[in-house]
């Protein structure tokens, strides 16, 4: 007998899956440089702001960034769909970006930042894998090569920052970084272009309709099991004493998880304050960029892969 020839993934999940290099690429080459273009000296192209500031700005862009889909997941479960939402974001994401390459001041980082967080909120290619994916013995491993290629883009983006605004387009005396953030907003909208051009030609009608008018099989056997489980509560009696123990043990847990990923988005902060300024970054001669710092790239992929 001869071997069954393995089926392939669908020509529309590589289309997503790839779409989020641009968007990551393009958030690690943006976020990486605030903390150093808001504190570093007006002389050298940064705006000359204090350090906590700069904490201050990277902060709501992290926080932001991950509340945004909440947002985003509304309007696209009611009113758009998410082959709308996505192209649309990493435009608005875009000009988020462009404004951090002109920004001159503080409300104009505020800007991006704004900009930014709504436009990666309303990205939603995760869930759009989710319908394009339909065998269920593919599920697992397409999102498993999804987090490779958001990986990808956020390794790129933090490695090539460094060198760019460093190196490539440090000039006079005068650090790159506008240069970064403009280079940030061409790879939103070459995302844009990317998803809106191959989409149309490799995801049918995948995404078109909101989320709630285009339910997946699993959804709509989960939906029917949860009804059943309401008719079935009517009867029910009180919660029980191991119940109520299982409720607070979500809460405590939750409780745990909120303050771990406090302190370890808060964790590289005091590397790039303390030892930049305080160690010998130079190696064979190279003067490592601030923007290499091994946290931060830990954290950049640890933490990429739960990104949705």
Request: charged share 20%.
């Amino acid at each position: 007998m001869g071997e069954t020839k393995k089926k392939g993934y669908p020509k529309g999940f590589w289309v997503c899956g790839c779409t989020e290099i641009f968007e990551r690429l393009a958030y690690y080459l943006g976020r990486s440089l605030i903390l150093i273009f808001v504190t570093a000296s007006v002389a050298t192209g940064g705006l000359g702001l204090s350090k906590g500031q700069g904490a201050t700005m990277q902060s709501l862009l992290t926080a932001f960034a991950y509340l945004g889909p909440l947002l985003g997941g509304v309007i696209a479960d009611r009113y758009i769909g998410g082959r709308y939402t996505t192209p649309i974001g990493y435009i608005i994401a875009g000009i988020g970006y462009y404004c951090g390459g002109i920004a001159k001041s503080p409300a104009m980082v505020y800007v991006m930042i704004f900009c930014v967080s709504i436009g990666l909120g309303l990205q939603k290619t995760g869930a759009l894998i989710g319908r394009i994916v339909t065998d269920k013995d593919q599920v697992d491993s397409a999102f498993s090569i999804r987090y490779t290629l958001v990986n990808t883009g956020a390794f790129i983006g933090t490695f090539l920052v460094g060198i760019l605004y460093k190196d490539v387009f440090a000039k006079n005396g005068v650090l790159g970084f506008a240069p970064c953030f403009k280079l940030a907003a061409v790879s939103m909208w070459l995302g844009a272009l990317w998803f809106f051009v191959l989409g149309n030609r490799f995801m049918g009608e995948v995404g078109k309709k909101p989320f709630k008018f285009e339910k997946t099989a699993e959804e709509l056997e989960r939906e029917k099991a949860e009804k059943a489980a309401h008719k079935e509560e009517a009867k029910n009696e009180p919660l029980t004493k191991v119940e109520k123990k299982r409720i607070a043990a979500i809460f405590l847990v939750a409780g745990f998880s909120v303050i771990f990923w406090i302190f370890w988005n808060l964790a590289y902060l005091p590397v790039y304050y303390y030892w930049t300024e305080n160690m010998n970054w130079v190696v064979a001669g190279y003067e490592v960029p601030t923007t290499w710092c091994i946290l931060h790239i830990l954290r950049s992929i640890r933490y990429d892969a739960w990104w949705s």
